[in-house]
């Protein structure tokens, strides 16, 4: 049995762990820090009118957790040699979820700079690849694993019934900066704080290209001139989120602007890292209600 305690990274040094593993002739990869542990596949217990991607449910330390069967969800043939495959336990979004895949096979260490985003050639049709590493003359395919359990159960992600919960109100002068990898959440996130009255937003695809805004705006002057608080996720290609909080509170310029770490990463086991790197919060997604009050006593 594998466990993620003992090989987790420093925080903020822009690296990741990946959890190597196949299905079929397939290498994919999954980071360490979602993975809470990988165990032998067990016996399920099937639930009616489950969605058709829920092989159904384990129980493990007296806890219930769905399996879903990777295979069917990236349409690949289910090619599992029984003595190797293994369910992936992975927790985000505050749900414990089992990742049905084949054998595990190594675990990588890399910089988020050596992750390359498909292009729209290579995306396939429902975009669930969002990262792609070269290995060995080969590729490993990162899923978008939170996109997935949307997927499957839409309540799990930041809905249009959640933003249309929150109380609109007048329009906010202030600018927030949001470091977002994906078009979907950067879209509802944005619709979200518009809402709220946080017309004035910075979009930036990455961490990287967000300290790069920063640090224009600072040589212009005071940054807070241009921008009043930072949003960002935490796994993001070229520069993640507890790299680009580390990098703006070191920066005499930058330090004193707000940044809200919003991720589905957020757990009891993993806050320390934004506390270490500086985070004036930390939210978990998809909870925008909670988001929203950090901005609103972070800036107004």
Known sequence: MFTREGILLETGTNELEIVEFTIGNNRFGINVIKVREIISVIPTTKVPFSHPHIEGVISLRDEV??????????????????????????????????????????????????????????????????????????????????????????????????????????????????????????????????????VNIEICHDGQEALDKLIAFSEKGNVTEHVQLVITDIEMPKMDGHHLTKRIKENDKLKKLPVIIFSSLITNDLRHKGEKVGANAQVSKPEVSELVKYVDQFIL
């Open 65 to 198: 957790i769905p399996v879903v069967n990777l295979a069917k969800v990236l349409h690949l043939p289910e090619q599992y040699e029984e003595t190797s495959e293994k369910y992936i336990i992975a927790e985000f979004n505050m749900l414990k979820i089992a990742f049905h895949v084949g054998n595990i096979a190594q675990i990588h260490r890399i910089s988020w700079e050596k992750i390359e985003q498909p292009n729209d050639l290579a995306k396939n049709l429902e975009n669930l690849i969002t990262g792609i590493i070269h290995f060995d003359e080969q590729m490993i395919l990162l899923p978008d694993f939170e996109k997935i359990i949307f997927n499957i159960n839409p309540n799990t992600g930041i809905s249009k019934d959640r933003i249309q919960s929150l109380d609109a109100r007048d329009r906010s002068t202030k600018t927030i900066l949001i470091a977002e990898d994906s078009s979907l959440l950067r879209e509802l996130l944005k619709e979200t704080l518009e809402k709220v009255g946080y």
